[in-house]
Every structure is written in C-alpha cells, then in structure tokens.
C-alpha cells in the first residue's frame, strides 16, 4: 500500500519511470522482500515495477532515496500516523487507518491536490426539502 509513495519519493530525488532497476531476488540483512507468487522479471522501467507491484524493485528504491525520504513523501500526501522509517516501510509494514491511506492517494489522481474529507449529513433543495439524509443510527453488526 506504500509503494506509491516510494515511486514519489524516488521521482522527486531524480528517477523518472524509465529508469531501469533489476527486479531479483534480493536480501536486505535478515529480510528479503519476495515478489508475490515468487516470480521476478529481471530489467524493468520503474513504470513497469510500479504497474506489477514488484517488491524487489520498492525496497531497492527505498534504499535507495533513504526510507525517511519515503515518511515525508506519505505524511505530505496526508498520512498522519507515526511511520517507522525503515525499508520494509515500502511494503506498508507502518499501520495506517483506511481512510488516511484512501485520502493520501487522492493527490495522484487530482493534480496533485490534497482533499479536505469530510462528510455530507444531508443534501437539499433550495426550498429546504431534504434529497438526502445520512443515517444517525448504528450501522448493523456483522
């Protein structure tokens, strides 16, 4: 979930999505960050290891940029939990609400804009009559 933030990072100390990065196996001391289903791609454009989601290729560029370069790029897209500045940060090892992680991807998709999240309670019409109205009650339990 924090690879996009890793890309950023990587992007803004001078990568570009064609710089080429090996995707292999790789150990970082006692971790090793395995692809999923184990399959890894050899030379591939950061476009291509963000599009296939390539853990090797993450944790090579967190290393690289630095993992606290890849904190600040979360906590200035809105990420506002404590993140643990370590390289398995690009495998979204730091613990954030859903609603944190959804609003920080926003930007990406909308010019680079951070949206001010709120809720709608109740949408009328200009003469008062209510369209909409958000439940007040508790939502049932599963």
Same mark, same amino acid.
């Given at each position: ?35 999923? %289903? ?5 030379? /591939?454009?950061? #476009? ?29 897209? %809105?990420?506002?939990?404590d993140l643990q500045a370590n390289t398995s940060i690009a495998l979204g090892t730091s613990e954030v609400t859903p609603l944190e992680l959804?609003? #920080? ?5 909308? %010019? %680079? ?28 339990? /599963?």
């Amino acid at each position: 979930a924090f690879k996009p933030f890793v890309y950023m990072a990587a992007l803004e100390a001078g990568r570009t999505p064609d710089s080429i990065r090996n995707d292999a196996p790789i150990k970082i001391g006692k971790w090793t960050p395995d692809n999923y %289903g184990g399959k890894y791609y050899g030379k /591939v454009t950061l #476009a291509t290891a963000l599009a296939k989601s390539l853990n090797s290729v993450a944790a090579q560029l967190t290393m690289e940029v630095g993992p606290d370069a890849v904190v600040e790029a979360a906590h200035r897209m %809105g990420i506002q939990s404590d993140l643990q500045a370590n390289t398995s940060i690009a495998l979204g090892t730091s613990e954030v609400t859903p609603l944190e992680l959804t609003s #920080a991807y926003v930007p990406f998709a909308n %010019g %680079g804009y951070k949206p001010d999240i709120h809720f709608i309670q109740r949408i009328t019409t200009a003469n008062g009559k209510v369209l909409y109205a958000g439940s007040t009650g508790s939502a049932p339990r /599963v």
